[in-house]
């Protein structure tokens, strides 16, 4: 059965402390994996697509890479402002998405 | 632009009554769908449509029915509420069903079925 999971959970840290999200798939036909960002009280926003093993893509303090098991959502000095959800969906035929890291970034 | 559109924001319904969740962009986009989200559960597809007449079931399509119309409306019905139906329900367009193609999503509507 295909299977999205995202770890971990909850995540809380300082205004300038890097860190990483985790986004792990077994899945049969990967043909994309994306990620997004959810704000309270709104719906999900696009922020990265991945295709294949090594790709990588940037935008402003998020790195997202992609292995043949995984995808990580990478972090570095974030602000208050990064606080939101993260959620990672993996294409197949459909599209299955995981339950989200709930992150906090305090000054 | 105004995006993806959804009405009402929040509603409350008592078990048995229908109503209609409403749902427009204006990005031209031929693929749309409708999400509901549940506490520690991930977005789950109810109904799709690849275009204006054809639409299809997704993963959680019971006491739940679509139409489409036109290219920008994709309204959800429910027909007849239920507690278990109590969620966040969330409308998406984009170009097309392509790989390549990322989902604007609505603003959300919070239903809860007393």
């Known amino acids: 059965e295909d299977q999205v999971t995202q770890s971990p959970e909850a995540l809380r840290l300082q205004e300038g402390e890097s860190s990483s999200l985790n986004c792990s798939y077994t899945v049969s036909g990967l043909r994309g994996l994306f990620w997004y960002r959810q704000d309270p009280g709104k719906g999900p926003e696009f922020l990265f697509t991945?295709?294949?093993a090594g790709e990588e893509k940037e935008k402003e303090r998020l790195k997202a890479t992609l292995t043949k098991k995984e995808s990580f959502l990478h972090i570095t000095a974030p602000k208050p402002e990064d606080s939101a959800t993260y959620l990672c969906?993996?294409?197949?035929?459909?599209?299955?998405f995981g339950t989200g890291t709930r992150l906090q970034v305090f000054p | 632009n105004a995006g993806v559109t959804q009405t009402p924001k929040f509603q409350v319904l008592k078990t048995g009554q229908s109503m209609t969740l409403q749902c427009a962009q204006d990005?031209?986009?031929?693929?749309m769908s409708w999400y509901r989200q549940d506490p520690g559960m991930g977005l789950r597809l109810i109904h799709y449509s690849v275009g204006a007449g054809i639409t299809d079931q997704g993963e959680v399509p019971n006491g739940y029915n679509v139409s489409r119309s036109t290219t920008e409306d994709f309204p959800l019905r429910l027909l007849s509420a239920a507690p278990s139906q109590t969620s966040v329900y969330f409308c998406?367009?984009?170009?097309?069903?392509?790989?390549?193609?990322?989902?604007?999503f609505g603003p959300g509507t919070r239903l809860t079925v007393l």
């Open positions: 969906a993996v294409r197949t035929d459909k599209l299955i």
């Open positions: 998406a367009s984009s170009q097309d069903r392509g790989v390549h193609n990322e989902q604007f």
């Open positions: 991945l295709y294949s």
């Open positions: 990005m031209n986009h031929e693929y």
